[in-house]
Each structure stands twice: as structure tokens, then as C-alpha cells.
């Protein structure tokens, strides 16, 4: 009889391999399902023989411990995929995860920016840093944040090779590996020349003393070989405090949030923006209308003359 924890071993190899998962989801499969079977051993069950009211349990005892309904339905798919390998493993003759509904997420409006407020970043970011090169790189990172909506993750690993030959696109890599191109504005194309030259610059001072070429746009001596993303997170927090702009509203993610609401106010087309974005599916993306829809009723409640109240 396999243990629990060689299950959840064996079904992240598969994920890896067959779903090409980034590592950041093989990490929250790992969590989520280590979670399942501490709950499991504290009953004396095992994966292989838990049912589906075992799972119901769980989800119950998640809701009283107060987790969310995005986390309760984020477990809830680790559970079923598990069982769903199990199954074709052979491990078990059925899922009894499969008939459970997951909880309905309620979907919140993330935070945005304004398009002054973007611009003060921009303009600050070119003079963030201990020297020019630092800056240049700051400079370079929140141009093309904002130009492409990339996810952190995608931008801080951004292979120095899709940079090459000032393009007017990029090639990104995301979620899976699929591959998307994103286009680069001017703005963003000169503070991309601009770093790639202070980079190559400093690339061959360090090849003359021994050290290897680095292939990532954004090297550093972190473990990954590239500006991890942590850094760059505390690096925004940094920006946003000396342009003025409230740090607790800016995150890597509140760039991409404003790249594709200030697109879709300019008229852009929603199946444009999600594939700018690579998002899987269109309804992912039609938030941001929500979010427009609410900036106009917040315009017209504070500008039009008839949504004034009248005088006492």
C-alpha cells in the first residue's frame, strides 16, 4: 500500500511533466494536498480510502477555520486532479471528489491605477537606484511592466535573447508554457536599449574576471540567476513611496491591472486585451470591464450636475 505522501509525489512528477505546471503551481498543489491528508491522518484515512463525505469534511472544517471560498475551491481542484490521476493510475476504481461543487468564488475588483498616477511611477523609476545602471534597470523593468501587462514572474525571467535587435515585440513565455507576443511601446523600446547596453557593459566586465554569461534581462546573484520576484516587489513599494503614490495600492500586479483597464477605456477589444494578457479564458478578462463600468458610474456621480444633492 503507497503512502499518502507518494502520492502527492507521484502526481506532481506527472503534473510537471505532463502539464508543464510552473514550479510556483506544483508548489500550491503541494500545499494544498499536504493540507488534505494531515486532515485524513487526523482521522486515521488515507487517500486511498477516503470518500467523498471524508472531502466534504474537510471543505466544512476549512470554511469553520475561515478560509475563503477562492481557497476552499483551490483545494477542492487539487483533491479532484489527484483522484483523476488515481484513477487512470489505476490506484482507485472511481473519484470521490468528482460529484462535489466547489464553492462559488466571490470575485472582487482588483485595485487599478490611474494614468497619472502610472506616469508618476514611470517618471520616478528612471531615478531609482544607487547608480545609473540601477536606474536604467529600474527604469527598463516599469516600462515594460506597463507596456505588456506581463506577470511578474514572466517579466523578472525574460530570457536576454527575446531582447535582442531592438524589437517591437517580445516573446513571452506563460502559464504552461504557451507563447505570446506582446507589442512594446517607444518609450518602452528606448529604456530597453538604453538597459541592454549598461547590461552587456557590465556582462563583459564580469566575463573578464571569470564569472559565465547570464541569460536572463534582468541577471542578478540571486539562486535563480535572474532579479527574483521579491525584490522587484519591495523595489515597486520603493518607487511608488517617492513618486508619491500611495505604496499599499502598487504591486507588480496593479501594472498589469492598469495595462489592460487603461486599454479597454481606449477602446481596445476585449479578446485583444486577453490575449495581450494570456489569459485562458475570456472570462478572466471581463473583469476589467466591471472595473470600468465602475470608474464611469463614480464619474458621472461626481461630475454630472443632477447627481448633485440639492440644498437643504
Given at each position: 500500500?503507497?503512502?499518502?505522501?507518494?502520492?502527492?509525489?507521484?502526481?506532481?512528477?506527472?503534473?510537471?511533466?505532463?502539464?508543464?505546471?510552473?514550479?510556483?503551481?506544483?508548489?500550491?498543489?503541494?500545499?494544498?494536498?499536504?493540507?488534505?491528508?494531515?486532515?485524513?491522518?487526523?482521522?486515521?484515512?488515507?487517500?486511498?480510502?477516503?470518500?467523498?463525505?471524508?472531502?466534504?469534511?474537510?471543505?466544512?472544517?476549512?470554511?469553520?477555520?475561515?478560509?475563503?471560498?477562492?481557497?476552499?475551491?483551490?483545494?477542492?481542484?487539487?483533491?479532484?486532479?489527484?483522484?483523476?490521476?488515481?484513477?487512470?493510475e489505476?490506484?482507485?476504481?472511481?473519484?470521490?471528489?468528482?460529484?462535489?461543487?466547489?464553492?462559488?468564488?466571490?470575485?472582487?475588483?482588483?485595485?487599478?491605477?490611474?494614468?497619472?498616477?502610472?506616469?508618476?511611477?514611470?517618471?520616478?523609476?528612471?531615478?531609482?537606484?544607487?547608480?545609473?545602471?540601477?536606474?536604467?534597470?529600474?527604469?527598463?523593468?516599469?516600462?515594460?511592466?506597463?507596456?505588456?501587462?506581463?506577470?511578474?514572474?514572466?517579466?523578472?525571467?525574460?530570457?536576454?535573447?527575446?531582447?535582442r535587435?531592438?524589437?517591437?515585440?517580445?516573446?513571452?513565455?506563460?502559464?504552461?508554457?504557451?507563447?505570446?507576443?506582446?507589442p512594446?511601446?517607444?518609450?518602452?523600446?528606448?529604456?530597453?536599449?538604453?538597459?541592454l547596453?549598461?547590461?552587456?557593459?557590465?556582462?563583459?566586465?564580469?566575463r573578464?574576471?571569470?564569472?559565465?554569461?547570464?541569460?536572463?534581462?534582468?541577471?542578478?546573484?540571486?539562486?535563480?540567476?535572474?532579479?527574483?520576484?521579491?525584490?522587484?516587489?519591495?523595489?515597486?513599494?520603493?518607487?511608488a513611496?517617492?513618486?508619491?503614490?500611495?505604496?499599499?495600492?502598487?504591486?507588480?500586479?496593479?501594472?498589469?491591472?492598469?495595462?489592460?483597464?487603461?486599454?479597454?477605456?481606449?477602446?481596445?477589444?476585449?479578446?485583444?486585451?486577453?490575449?495581450?494578457?494570456?489569459?485562458?479564458?475570456?472570462?478572466?478578462?471581463?473583469?476589467?470591464?466591471?472595473?470600468?463600468?465602475?470608474?464611469?458610474?463614480?464619474?458621472?456621480?461626481?461630475?454630472?450636475?443632477?447627481?448633485?444633492?440639492?440644498?437643504?
Open positions: 500500500m503507497m503512502d499518502m505522501a507518494n502520492w502527492v509525489e507521484n502526481y506532481l512528477d506527472a503534473a510537471r511533466a505532463e502539464l508543464d505546471a510552473a514550479d510556483n503551481t506544483i508548489l500550491a498543489y503541494a500545499r494544498d494536498l499536504n493540507d488534505f491528508a494531515g486532515f485524513l491522518d487526523g482521522k486515521n484515512l488515507t487517500f486511498e480510502f477516503a470518500m467523498r463525505p471524508d472531502i466534504e469534511a474537510y471543505l466544512i472544517d476549512l470554511d469553520h477555520a475561515g478560509k475563503s471560498r477562492a481557497t476552499r475551491a483551490r483545494r477542492l481542484s487539487a483533491i479532484r486532479q489527484l483522484y483523476r490521476f488515481a484513477f487512470e489505476g490506484w482507485r476504481s472511481d473519484n470521490p471528489a468528482a460529484e462535489i461543487k466547489a464553492p462559488k468564488k466571490t470575485r472582487t475588483l482588483p485595485q487599478t491605477l490611474t494614468v497619472p498616477e502610472v506616469e508618476s511611477l514611470l517618471k520616478q523609476s528612471a531615478y531609482h537606484g544607487r547608480n545609473d545602471q540601477e536606474q536604467q534597470r529600474n527604469h527598463c523593468l516599469m516600462q515594460l511592466l506597463y507596456a505588456t501587462g506581463m506577470r511578474v514572474s514572466e517579466l523578472v525571467s525574460l530570457p536576454v535573447n527575446a531582447a535587435g531592438n524589437p517591437e515585440m517580445l516573446l513571452i513565455r506563460g502559464k504552461g508554457g504557451k507563447e505570446r507576443m506582446v512594446l511601446s517607444p518609450p518602452a523600446q528606448s529604456a530597453l536599449k538604453i538597459w547596453t549598461s547590461r552587456d557593459q557590465a556582462g563583459e566586465s564580469a573578464r574576471n571569470g564569472k559565465p554569461a547570464s541569460r536572463f534581462l534582468f541577471p542578478s546573484p540571486s539562486k535563480q540567476g535572474h532579479l527574483t520576484r521579491i525584490r522587484f516587489y519591495t523595489l515597486i513599494k520603493e518607487i513611496l517617492a513618486a508619491g503614490v500611495d505604496p499599499g495600492r502598487v504591486t507588480p500586479h496593479t501594472l498589469r491591472h492598469a495595462f489592460a483597464t487603461h486599454l479597454l477605456a481606449g477602446g481596445a477589444d476585449l479578446r485583444v486585451i486577453q490575449t495581450l494578457l494570456g489569459h485562458a479564458d475570456i472570462s478572466t478578462t471581463e473583469i476589467y470591464t466591471h472595473i470600468l463600468d465602475e470608474r464611469l458610474k463614480e464619474l458621472v456621480l461626481k461630475k454630472h450636475p443632477l447627481a448633485k444633492k440639492p440644498n437643504a
